[in-house]
């Protein structure tokens, strides 16, 4: 592809909508009769585009969009705000695995394709710009970066964001926001709960839509929530976000993985399986890494809110594990407020991060609820939807390795800090 021909294919992208060029759906997809008319139809344009990882982020990135076209492709190259169509040498190309997603129920909009492409053999410690489209329809998005993670060990910071649920108009402000204070951040971690109707295609258009000129530059590194299940299976958000295999057998891939970034493993656990499903599983990936700083994320809080929230079972099951390989914090959702616990070991309060595990809860959505006071509670406030900047600092000279955490509401006021020394 000569950059002649990807610039044609630049000036032809469509912003008209063309008929569907693919099969009809099938009988069983029109069983329904179309009720509703979506407020995102998919259009030839690619969009909602969303980057995660499902495999090492040193050397790969999986790029995902949408289009009403089955053909897809991604165009990239290690440059820095270079459109890939204008560079002096032709771009590399990724073809992407499409799915056909049907949706009966609705009027204006009643299948669209789902693109996944896998970018592998990525230098470590790069930015890239990227477009992903169809050569055919030749309509393109706008270009768009990421990095890949550095070889060695750096500072790096990462993002974490509770539930979006609903209101994605002002939890997409956060995350511009958040993204705007930090655009070194590395990915976004979210907790759950990331739509109200789990298995409906209009919240996930909605989550995207909003979502997508951030997350088509910082990966996210999701977590299923009850909201995900809603329906039964997380076929949605299984479908919608690419996520490393190898999680506990005999549990769905995907559903909980690893992923390492740099000196600190996240082993992201599903908290809508049975605990006992992924405990030896848990156990084995917290005890074979030799990472300075371990984190967990899953939805529902070990250490809740209120007393009415209590998660029993799963605390039960996975703290001791915790405490076992003294995981430095645990990231979850789920109670709609924000609350830290002191640093804790087997169900006490204890002096210092060194001695226990941090639990945590945020909430980035617009749906709010209501405290009490625990004795675990270190800081606490609802209300109020807000992003946390973690920055994990390795040992520099002679200042000691060191992990920084930051929270911030939309008005970019700090409404707690902590931080932990190794
Ligand atoms: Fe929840």
């Known amino acids: ?74 165009l990239y190259l290690p440059a820095d705000a270079v459109n890939p169509f204008l560079a002096p040498r032709p771009p590399l190309v990724a073809r992407a695995e499409t799915t056909r997603i049907a949706d009966a129920g609705l009027t204006n909009y009643p299948f669209t394709y789902w693109h996944t492409a896998r970018l592998t053999k990525l230098r470590p410690g790069t930015r890239y710009t990227y477009v992903v489209g169809d050569p055919q329809s030749g309509c393109w998005s706008a270009p768009r970066t990421f990095r890949t993670a550095p070889a060695r060990t750096e500072p790096f910071s990462f993002l974490y964001l509770g539930d979006a649920q609903y209101g994605f108009s002002r939890w997409a402000a956060l995350l511009r926001a958040a993204y705007r204070h930090r655009p070194d951040a590395a990915f976004a971690l979210m907790a759950g709960d990331l739509v109200t109707r789990g298995n409906d295609r209009d919240d996930w258009d909605d989550f995207l839509t909003h979502g997508s000129d951030v997350l088509s530059q910082l990966p996210v590194v999701p977590t299923i929530g009850n909201h995900e299940c809603k329906g039964g299976s997380p076929r949605m958000y299984l479908q919608t976000f690419d996520l490393p295999r190898g999680g506990a057998p005999g549990l769905e891939p995907e559903r909980c993985y690893t992923l390492n970034y740099g000196n600190v493993l996240f082993v992201v656990l599903d908290s809508m399986s049975p605990p006992d499903s992924q405990t030896a599983w848990l156990d084995q990936a917290l005890g ?114 060191r992990l920084g955490l930051k929270t911030f509401d939309l008005d970019g006021q700090l409404r707690d800090e902590f931080s932990i020394i190794k």
């Open 1 to 74: 592809m000569t950059p002649r021909h990807v610039l044609a294919a630049l000036l032809a992208v469509c912003i008209m909508t063309i008929g569907w060029s693919d099969t009809e759906p099938t009988s069983a997809e029109t069983e329904a009769t179309p009720s509703r008319t979506s407020l995102f139809p998919a259009g030839p344009r690619p969009d909602q585009v969303v980057l995660s990882w499902a495999g090492d982020p040193r050397s790969s990135v999986s790029i995902q969009w949408r289009s009403n076209g089955p053909g897809g492709q991604v």
């Open 288 to 401: 074979n890494s030799s990472a300075r700083w371990k984190f967990v994320m899953f939805h529902h809080p070990p250490y809740s809110s209120r007393e009415d929230r209590d998660n029993k079972e799963l605390r039960e099951a996975w703290v001791p594990v915790f405490d076992k390989h003294h995981v430095d914090i645990v990231f979850c959702g789920h109670d709609h407020a924000y609350m830290r616990t002191y640093p804790m070991r087997g169900g006490q309060r204890v002096a210092s991060p060194a001695e226990g595990t941090i639990y945590m809860v945020s909430v980035a959505g617009t749906k709010m609820y209501e405290q009490a006071d625990r004795d675990y509670m270190e800081a606490r406030f609802t209300d109020t939807i807000v992003y946390s900047v973690i920055e994990i600092l390795p040992q520099i000279a002679q200042a000691p390795e």
